[in-house]
């Protein structure tokens, strides 16, 4: 267990935070007077008290005095981690919290918040283990098994999670925020099987009526506390028409939150306003993000100022070149404002006309506040793209390209269509940088394929269209990616490694999972890139237009919902349909004849490089945005 702690702790050597020692604490320690451990368990209480008046610089103080007495002090140790974690500073933290540990293991906070530290820094399986061993000093604890569901759904394991939410809500019966996640565990990021996925959507369905039940009965006072805690996000990977169950869930939400408004007592949005139109865009991605540069760029940088006042509410934590670029375009930007409520009220005071949601269903400060009524006018869109379920959207901002025949169907909000892709994309303008390839195991003669969609895009049922392409495009590599955390692409590596196994294909000599590339080096193995494989199901956008910038060979399925039609859209805008495909069996036709003819790919990368222009800088489609608010605002007027 503590291997990694020990770890940690050599590694002290080279930052600010060296003599964090254990062996020279302890030594340190054993020979101190009885007077010193008592003075230094003084300043330990005294800490303790200021803590708890919320004096937090003082007892910050008087923790580190305890700790310059007694460096052996495992509990002053881990309170001082503790604060220091709540205050954000978060490597010295890690320090004295891995030094509690090693010095006395049984320190159940210690375990508890190094955990909700790994947590936050996305290493669920470390989360996942210290939380174990925390529930096996304290086996009651209700809120570490709610936080071990947490963590092993990050880890994709979302059998172990569902286990965990049941024993927290075994402990705890009114934990709503557990019922929740008991709900979305139910939705497998990484499915073996196609039946797996299939039974998941029924088990979702199931499960929710019966939460439903709970927390709009027994559990109603505090039900708006689960709102938001987990989300249904991996439902849209799974490819049919889910807007029944999501209408649900979103009613369900909304109800929960109005219980929460009444509450508090939120004030209904204001009239209309005489002058500009207030726009407020409500999103956790300003910074360089997906959902940035396919929609909010365009709209920040071609929306008319004399005609709209616009203001952001970046509820998510990055700050980069982009954000500070958006605060320099808009009337203004509010960040950094804490806990959700305190957004609420930032929004309900701002009193917009119009809020635009970009993406509801990846933020939790999003979902909860789109399930307000907070503006007269609020709407969503495709950064993540399917239908909200919210009563509370009065509309969604879709895409003629991207939307198949009749798509009204799958959305519960009225669907507004821009022309074309519906966004005003740039290209990004990225040198290639340096690769060695040879370090994946790609040799110089392999056809390289590439499969650039995060690993929960690719659904089970295609698994076996991968293995076929494998077999007839050889010497080649299928080059996927692995996620940051590792756990999710694992599990995916483990997946198509037993269906090449069972088709007899060398998965090794023709599959590569390679690491999460710069976007100076992902734009150099584009250029190395003999085929672009398109995500069948959920197809992808952002990393489609970049392809198409480094004129890389595409292949599209065209996929039933918006969500599967990003990259054959792309090529119809570019007069490419010819590379679109409406079947497996001819996606892997177009991918084989591709591969193949070093020829014809030299043809289709002089077409993509002439071509590509039609995708960029596209204003019209965000001056059509600005008339469908005008219109929108003119018609709730009064």
Request: include cysteine; aromatic fraction near 10%.
């Amino acid at each position: 267990m503590f291997d990694w702690l020990r770890s940690r702790l050599k590694g002290a050597a080279s930052t600010q935070y060296a003599s964090i020692d254990v062996a020279a604490a302890v030594r340190q320690a054993s020979q101190l007077s009885t007077q010193d451990k008592g003075l230094a368990q003084d300043e330990f209480a005294q800490g303790n008290q200021q803590r708890e008046s919320l004096h937090l610089e003082a007892a910050e103080r008087h923790y580190r005095r305890a700790l310059a007495i007694h460096p052996a002090f495992a509990e002053a140790s881990a309170n001082l981690g503790s604060l220091l974690k709540d205050r954000g500073a978060l490597p010295e933290a890690d320090q004295w919290l891995t030094l509690a540990l090693a010095l006395n293991p049984q320190l159940g906070p210690a375990y508890f918040n190094l955990a909700m530290m790994r947590i936050d820094q996305a290493r669920w399986l470390e989360a996942a283990d210290l939380l174990q061993w925390l529930l096996q000093l304290s086996p009651n604890e209700a809120n570490a098994y709610y936080w071990l569901g947490n963590a092993l759904t990050g880890t994709g394991d979302v059998a172990g999670a569902r286990k965990a939410y049941a024993a927290a809500v075994r402990l705890n019966p009114s934990y709503v925020q557990a019922r929740w996640g008991l709900v979305m565990a139910q939705l497998p990021a990484i499915a073996q099987t196609e039946d797996e996925q299939t039974q998941a959507c029924d088990a979702f369905a199931r499960e929710l009526d019966k939460l439903r039940v709970k927390l709009l009965g027994t559990h109603s006072p505090n039900g708006y506390l689960a709102v938001g805690a987990q989300q249904p996000y991996f439902l849209a990977y799974i490819a049919t028409n889910h807007k029944a169950v999501l209408s649900l869930y979103g009613d369900l939400c909304t109800k929960l939150m109005a219980i929460w408004s009444k509450k508090v007592g939120v004030p209904a949005p204001a009239g209309n306003h005489s002058g500009k139109c207030r726009l407020g865009i409500v999103s956790a991605h300003i910074h360089s993000h997906s959902v940035w540069h396919a929609l909010v760029r365009g709209w920040i940088e071609h929306l008319d100022p004399a005609v709209f006042e616009i203001q952001i509410f970046h509820t998510g934590q990055l700050r980069d070149a982009q954000t500070e670029w958006a605060q320099r375009r808009v009337h203004q930007l509010h960040h950094g404002l804490g806990d959700w409520t305190n957004w609420a009220k930032a929004v309900s005071d701002a009193q917009m006309d119009v809020l635009i949601y970009p993406e509801i269903g990846m933020d939790a400060t999003t979902i909860r506040l789109s399930a307000l009524r907070l503006a007269r006018v609020q709407l969503a869109s495709w950064g993540h793209p399917m239908t909200t379920g919210l009563p509370t959207m009065d509309g969604y901002i879709g895409a003629e390209a991207l939307e198949p025949p009749q798509a009204a169907k799958h959305y519960s909000e009225n669907l507004l269509t821009l022309p074309r892709l519906g966004c005003c994309y740039q290209a990004f303008g990225t040198a290639p940088g340096r690769i060695d390839c040879s370090a994946w195991g790609i040799q110089p003669a392999d056809r390289v394929l590439l499969c650039a969609g995060t690993s929960f895009k690719y659904a089970p049922q295609y698994d076996v269209a991968l293995v076929e392409i494998a077999r007839r495009c050889q010497p080649c590599k299928l080059v996927f990616f692995h996620s940051e955390s590792q756990t999710l692409s694992q599990r995916l590596e483990q997946r198509l490694r037993l269906a090449f196994d069972a088709a007899d294909v060398d998965f090794d000599a023709t599959v590569a999972f390679v690491p999460w590339q710069s976007q100076a080096a992902f734009f150099a193995l584009l250029d190395r890139t003999d085929v672009y494989l398109d995500s069948m199901g959920f197809s992808g956008f952002n990393t489609v237009m970049q392809a198409v910038e480094c004129a890389t060979p595409i292949v599209a399925f065209e996929g039933e919902f918006m969500r599967g039609r990003f990259a054959s859209a792309i090529l119809r805008q570019m007069g490419l349909d010819e590379w679109v495909a409406g079947s497996v069996a001819q996606y892997i036709a177009l991918v084989e004849q591709l591969a193949l003819d070093s020829g014809l790919r030299a043809r289709v990368k002089t077409q993509l490089r002439d071509r590509q222009s039609n995708l960029y800088g596209d204003q019209e489609t965000v001056a059509v945005l600005g008339k469908h608010l005008l219109r929108l605002c003119s018609h709730r007027t009064g």
